[in-house]
């Protein structure tokens, strides 16, 4: 369960867009040992124009993940590699294209609803 949001170039087609959801839910689920049914996603097509990456050419990608603290490291790493990879292999994204920030903080920093933050909660219960 982390919040993705995905920036995504406007002019590829929704089916493509789908796809990369796809695959980055499928990376997280794999390298940072999410369950299978947490998927929060939030896909923004922009003008290539909107996106502005330095020197980078062609589409781009952008993933920020919003997560609660304490996913080690190497984890991280993996899955940097292996969005990259597979965008790469299955969505002609160039790796340099690619840009991912992950945002940590708590368990009281989440409410799926009601008012609640439900994190929070299931400790008081155990």
Request: with cysteine.
């Amino acid at each position: 369960m982390p919040l993705v949001t995905l920036t995504l170039p406007d002019h590829r087609p929704v089916l493509w867009r789908k796809k990369v959801a796809d695959l980055v839910n499928a990376a997280v689920i794999e390298t940072l040992d999410f369950p299978e049914d947490d998927r929060y996603q939030i896909i923004q097509p922009l003008p290539v124009e909107q996106m502005e990456l330095q020197a980078r050419h062609r589409d781009a990608v952008i993933l920020q993940l919003t997560m609660r603290a304490g996913r080690p490291t190497h984890a991280k790493q993996a899955f940097y590699r292996r969005i990259t990879d597979d965008l790469a292999r299955q969505a002609d994204i160039d790796p340099a294209n690619v840009m991912i920030v992950i945002t940590e903080n708590r368990d009281a920093d989440w409410c799926f609803g009601h008012g609640e933050a439900q994190f929070l909660q299931a400790h008081q219960a155990s």
